[in-house]
């Protein structure tokens, strides 16, 4: 019996010390591959940082440098990228002083910074399509600008793209304004419409009608960009920076380039890096409508392409509103240089 005793002892020690061995090797290569990762994932020393001004809040219409950050296209080009959200007046004065390299705006305020000879250069023409509309529930029979007459539209601010595209629908169409009831309602167009307070409402084509007919609403659109197709949002820098540090503006323009590419192919996966980046982001299914139709005003042969005509009309159109009281040279607007 004692002998036995011993043997099992002996037996169980055996095991005892294998499981042991074998545990250790296991924890040290588990060490071994979480020190390797943990090396590998390590944020690269080398790169450049670099901040871009947005404008407005985490939205789902940044899409395509969400992709580019997220799918590694800025690190690819050498860059760190933060982005800043704020207001667009804003992001023009930091440019104009050299304060910041790059922002987001649209072609207004750049022909108005050029005016005052500040020194704000478009590098990327990003929205081909000028976004603003006049939105209407259908039952008001809204269907051209001359049925606005004797109505009541509501505009967020007297100024920036919605008073400028405002103001082109009605000089296009030879619009008394005196005719039009116009009330300034800030960001409440929705909630205007449907609770009667007005006719129709200036909003951005991928906004705020997409919401009303996700909510079950059917609209009336009348676009600007059939009349006039202003120069709209595109990527903005300085003379100083694009003179001096050329090669920077190239690699932005490089891999922001690549994330509208692959936003525009695949909208879906899109959408869903997106989310990483939307904290607070809700109503997934109007959001993904939203992205789904700023795609349409992206979409071109030649992507970031600028065209001299466009900003030709854009300088006419300030200059007849009165807001702008020396034209600014066209070829300081922009440049197409990291483009072609």
Known sequence: MKIFNFQFSIFKYKYFLFFVCVFGFLFLVFCFLKEKKAV???????????????GYIPNVQFAPFYVALDKGYFEQEGLEIEFNYGFETDIIVLLAKNELHFGIGSGEQVILARSQELP???????????PVCITSLAEKNIEKPTDLINKSVGIPAMQGASYIGWQALLEKN????????????????????????IDAAVCYCMNE??????????????EVANYSNFVSNGLLSNEKTIKEKPQLVQKFTNAFLQ????TINNSDEAFVISKKYIPEMKEEEIQRAVLQESIIFWQAEKLGQNSSEQWQKSVELLKEFGLIEK??????????????
């Open 40 to 54: 590998e994932i390590e944020p690269r020393q080398d790169l450049e940082k670099v901040t871009l001004a947005m």
């Open 209 to 222: 009608p997409i919401q009303l007919q996700k909510s079950g609403y059917q609209v009336n659109n009348i």
């Open 120 to 130: 704000i250069v478009n590098f990327f023409n990003w929205y081909k399509r000028f």
């Open 174 to 197: 030879d619009l008394d304004e005196q005719q039009i009831q116009l009330k300034v309602i800030g960001y409440t167009q929705t909630a205007s419409l449907t609770e009667d307070k």
């Open 327 to 340: 034209k600014p040279a066209i070829e300081t607007l922009f440049t197409n240089q990291f483009v072609e």
């Open 259 to 262: 994330g509208l590419k692959d």
